[in-house]
């Protein structure tokens, strides 16, 4: 359902309370002193049999007893009567409940849903501690304590995590404009209160504690569009490794669901932070300095001990200093006493009086290299410390649309209260210790580097690089038929050269010593021989790899000792045969690992990493969400620490990078192509600078078809809508927009009309900042769609001709649409082909109204709405010019 009738659940107009009571320490009891205790405007009603009045307000036996329908109700009795509440309040018109009632079964459970989901009332719960939004004076909860008012919004799937977090946070003066315990999330759940938070103008910040997830795709839609608008950082119970042990391929051992997680967090534009401390300092951070897009640091301090400390927590957090150029360096030592560092950090000395401080930061300020500031002072005699923030608040204030880029550390308690606070109330990022400083801007890093993952929307297959997924459908038929699930390795890597992935040349033989020598000797030597077994995964486990064989003696020896070693220690494995193949020799060469496994939550996910025998000692790996294109490829690269002796070092040169990028986006493309694929292992693969090539693949497959495109996170860019029209004599490409359409989609609103633009339906002008821009092309296919139609300029380039875009609520239930043209292509129907692609589509997807808002006197558009067969919506007309249009889609 997502959104609809949440204002019910945190601006309801009235709410009962069934179970209230005043029985000490019960939960009515509770939740009915919190409401009638707090500033709540609406009006309330008490409902239960046992009583008359309770504290001075009346009280009813029955839902139908009740003086009015109450937007809100609040059921705190036991489980076994909820479902017959739900239902009883469903009829009535109530569009919230919150359902503190613990021990509910599945069958109460889902017969409270049915009675609820006809009528669209949304519930929180059950289970849960309640809710708070403290802007309306709501605290509609059984916790002990209200919140304060503020900009921070908290979800949290434990109840008793959101006891304690308001005891903590109300300590230390933080607030919140709502907070939410979603208990068993049976109806609303993350991807609701995300959705409903986005939009949410009292919301500066989200902030969530996960125990699990569901509904994935739901989520991460939702966890995108949020974060586009607003930080969301994230703190994620369960770190455990265990899980996946079982798993048949090096990947599905070291791919574990916290891992998942983290992956499904940076694709999504979030931040995952360790501690609910940590919580806290990311929203602070995030809020007042996410506009900064430094990789590096300056530290301006009056104290040695103090910068050293902070330098040393940048190295811990792999956070690089940021260097003193000459002419900087000049310009400091003008103003600097001479036995200043002259050096990051920039120790102004302990004796510096004010004018020396405002001098300082000046300089550095000037300097745009200098990156991110870390302003970091320890109280002393010479100068009042609110002097100094006095005179440094003016020089850190900046333009609306420059970045921040100082961040402060005042050391100490009293000494430096009111400075801290000149700091906090000037919007300045201010921290408790160098420490603290340097890790929040090390999750500042981190938060871009989401940000930017959050922007690709890649397609699930590039065109130029497609496999034959003709012949490795064949294949995985085959195998399936004959009733295996692994696939031989020559099979396996029959399949990664089907998807262009290089493969060391590999011979099948039967299992002789003989065979083995035969082939060895037509491939020529040094060979590689390898047991061929179904029933043996990983075959250098049980001493079934033979390396850089000689001659025809040294394989046969290889064979027969072999053959022994499987005996003794898998008497019961039965033997296919050997492989053979081509020893391969490369100088500077390093071993990787490329593989992917189905994750139980988020579905199916790449892996990429360190490779080789010790792969799972050396656990140096990161996995990520596909469709991969080159830069998502590159990202998930760069989480690994192999990805260091990729790039070179000393007489070792860089590898062939783009050919390892090339090895993981095929792979991708293999998932979205075969669901059959439940796991796969390439290593090892070998790269150097000639490029990569697989020595040996293992792929596991599943019937029930857990991978493929269908079963992404992250619904990739639809080729599929694609399509080439006639159109007036010309060639016309009607297809979805695409974020590498940025350049070509801000030319096409350039050369618009002034007045085209001012009767549009999307834009508000013609030229508009980087990231609103962004925002048109990088869309969430699973919730927006934006056709274009793309064709020749006058100069033979590509060019956008017009563009029809809808946007559909949460709930699939209606979505808004806006549709312009080149200004000299009025009239010439190529609006009316746009819009007929974006309603069939809408159609297809199960859409079921689409609307819109139009001037008055825009004849042209709503003719063209006549034509496609809108109505006019009375009931949506505001009386300023404008009405509203709608088409019914079912």
């Known amino acids: 359902m997502s959104i609809r009738n949440l204002d019910s659940l945190f601006d309801p107009e009235s709410i009962a309370v069934f179970g209230a009571s005043l029985r000490p320490g019960s939960v009515g009891a509770t939740v009915w002193h919190n409401l009638t205790s707090g500033t709540y405007q609406g009006r309330l009603f008490a409902v239960n049999p046992k009583y008359r009045e309770l504290a001075g307000h009346p009280v009813v036996a029955h839902a139908a007893d009740l003086p009015a329908v109450p937007a809100l109700a609040v059921i705190c009795t036991p489980a076994a009567t909820v479902p017959g509440l739900i239902k009883e309040l469903a009829k009535l018109g109530t569009r919230a409940a919150v359902v503190l009632s613990a021990g509910m079964t599945a069958a109460q459970k889902q017969s409270m849903l049915d009675a609820a989901r006809p009528h669209l009332l949304r519930i929180l719960g059950p289970n849960c501690i309640g809710l708070l939004a403290p802007h309306k004076g709501l605290n509609a909860s059984f916790s002990h304590i209200d919140a304060l008012p503020g900009e921070l919004a908290f979800v949290s799937q434990s109840g008793a995590l959101v006891t304690a977090m308001l005891d903590w946070a109300r300590g230390r003066g933080i607030g919140f404009s709502h907070f939410v315990s979603l208990g068993e999330h049976a109806d609303v759940d993350f991807g609701d209160m995300l959705d409903y938070l986005a939009s949410d103008p009292k919301t500066r910040a989200i902030l969530l504690y996960a125990e699990s997830i569901e509904s994935p795709r739901k989520f991460m839609s939702a966890a995108r569009a949020a974060a586009r608008n607003k930080p969301v950082i994230v703190v994620k119970a369960g770190r455990s490794p265990q899980g996946q042990l079982a798993a048949a391929s090096h990947t599905g051992a070291l791919a574990g669901s916290d891992m998942v997680f983290d992956a499904a967090i940076a694709r999504a534009g979030m931040l995952r932070v360790d501690t609910l401390q940590e919580l806290f300092l990311a929203a602070e951070t995030l809020s007042r300095f996410r506009t900064n897009a430094s990789e590096s640091i300056m530290i301006l301090t009056n104290g040695g001990g103090a910068g050293v400390m902070a330098a040393d927590a940048a190295a811990d957090a792999g956070v690089k200093l940021s260097e003193l150029g000459d002419a900087t360096l000049q310009r400091l030592d003008a103003v600097l006493p001479p036995n200043w560092s002259r050096a990051n950090p920039v120790d102004i000395i302990g004796d510096a009086p004010v004018a020396r401080y405002e001098q300082a930061l000046k300089v550095l300020n000037e300097d745009s290299a200098t990156g991110a500031i870390l302003f970091i002072h320890a109280p002393t005699a010479i100068v009042p410390s609110a002097d100094i923030a006095r005179a440094l608040v003016p020089l850190a204030q900046h333009d609306a649309h420059a970045p921040a880029r100082l961040m402060s550390c005042w050391l100490g308690d009293r000494a430096v209260a009111e400075a801290r606070q000149l700091f906090q109330d000037a919007g300045i990022a201010t921290f408790d210790t160098p420490e603290q400083a340097v890790r929040a801007f090390s999750m500042l890093v981190r938060y871009r580097r989401n940000q930017a993952e959050l922007t690709e929307a890649p397609p699930a297959l590039q065109p130029d690089l497609r496999p034959d997924t003709a012949a490795i459908k064949a294949l995985v038929r085959e195998a399936l038929a004959s009733g295996r699930e692994m696939l031989t390795e020559p099979e396996a890597k029959a399949v990664l050269d089907a998807c262009r992935i290089p493969v060391v040349a590999t011979q099948r033989v039967a299992g002789t010593p003989d065979a083995a020598a035969e082939a060895a000797l037509a491939m020529g030597f040094p060979v590689v021989l390898k047991i061929l077994s179904d029933d043996i995964s990983h075959k ?351």
């Open 540 to 890: 250098s486990d049980v001493g079934g790899v033979a390396l850089n064989l000689q001659d025809e003696g040294d394989v046969r020896d290889a064979a027969q000792t072999m053959l022994a070693r499987v005996l003794r220690q898998h008497p019961k494995a039965r033997i296919q045969g050997f492989t053979v193949q081509a020893m391969v020799r490369r100088q500077h060469a390093q071993e990787l690992i490329v593989g992917s496994t189905v994750d139980s939550v988020f579905g199916p996910v790449i892996l990429f990493g360190q490779g080789g025998t010790a792969v799972e000692v050396m656990a140096d790996r990161a996995v990520a969400l596909p469709p991969l294109n080159v830069p998502l490829a590159k990202a998930l690269v760069s989480r690994t620490r192999v990805a260091r002796l990729l790039a070179g070092w000393r007489d070792t040169p860089a590898v062939d990078e783009a050919a390892v990028h090339g090895v993981l986006v095929a792979v991708s493309q293999l998932l979205a192509e075969i669901p059959e694929i439940a796991e796969l292992d390439i290593n090892p693969l070998i790269v150097n600078f000639e490029g990569a090539i697989a020595l040996d693949a293992r792929i596991r497959l599943s019937a029930a078809g857990p991978a493929g495109a269908a079963h992404f996170a992250i619904r990739p860019y639809p080729a599929h809508l694609e399509e080439t029209v006639q159109w007036r004599g010309r060639d016309l490409c009607l297809r979805p927009i695409r974020p590498e359409d940025e350049a070509l989609h801000m030319a096409f609103l350039q050369d618009l009309d002034p007045e085209d633009v001012r009767m549009r339906v999307f834009y508000s002008k013609r030229t508009m900042e980087r990231s609103e821009l962004a925002r048109l092309v990088q869309i969430d296919y699973a919730r927006e769609m934006a056709f274009v139609a793309m064709g020749t300029g006058p100069d033979g380039q590509p060019q956008t001709l017009g563009v029809a875009r809808a946007m559909t609520d949460p709930d699939n239930f209606a979505a808004e649409f806006g549709v312009i043209v080149r200004s000299e292509l009025k009239g010439s129907g190529l609006g009316h082909l746009l819009m007929q692609k974006l309603i069939a589509y809408l159609r297809s997807q199960g859409t079921q109204r689409l609307v819109a808002t139009v001037l008055d006197y825009n004849d042209r558009m709503l003719r063209l709405a006549r034509e496609l067969g809108f109505e006019e919506d009375p009931g949506n007309e505001d009386g300023e010019g404008t009405k509203g249009i709608f088409l019914s889609l079912t």
